[in-house]
């Protein structure tokens, strides 16, 4: 089969998305995601009476392992293919990404399987966030001073 003729056969038969449905599903349930972590620090500084500073981090933890829970009972997977990025940008996208490399590499052992790849899908992720934080730590340090 020559290339043009594959080429418009397989432009004719892939789904096109819908970028507006998407970005305003992406809006809405990264919304509920900020709203249900709003509402984890106000569950934790009412009733563990814990300052809201210090309220955060649990916040944080919680749906990291949320989101962990549900990517190995495989629930997680249907909720980003319907959800798209509202679900894969946050924090929980990432938590999401650590344990299903972890879960499919399992079988190779804690060392070779777990232990080396873990970070496959998330290296490129801690790399650039550290690399930022250091240009945007320094840009602050000469432009306002230590």
């Not at 809201?52 to 909720?79: C, E, H, N």
């Not at 970070?119 to 340090?141: H, N, P």
Request: hydrophobic share 55%; net charge positive; glycine share 10%.
């Amino acid at each position: 089969m020559e290339k043009e003729r594959y080429k418009n056969l397989v432009d004719k038969n892939i789904p096109k998305e819908n970028v507006m449905i998407n970005a305003i599903k992406a809006f809405l349930v990264g919304g509920v995601l900020g709203i249900i972590g709003q509402g984890l620090i106000d569950l934790y500084t009412v009733w563990f009476d814990i300052p809201t500073k210090d309220a955060s981090p649990y916040m944080i933890i919680t749906l990291i392992f949320v989101a962990s829970l549900l990517t190995a009972f495989g629930v997680f997977d249907k909720l980003v293919s319907w959800a798209n990025a509202g679900l894969l940008i946050p924090i929980t996208g990432f938590a999401h990404a650590m344990t299903s490399a972890a879960l499919e590499y399992k079988k190779e052992g804690l060392i070779l399987g777990i232990g080396a790849n873990i970070f496959k899908l998330t290296g490129s992720v801690i790399l650039y966030g550290v690399v930022a934080a250091y240009v945007f730590g320094l840009l602050r340090f000469i432009f306002l001073g230590g």
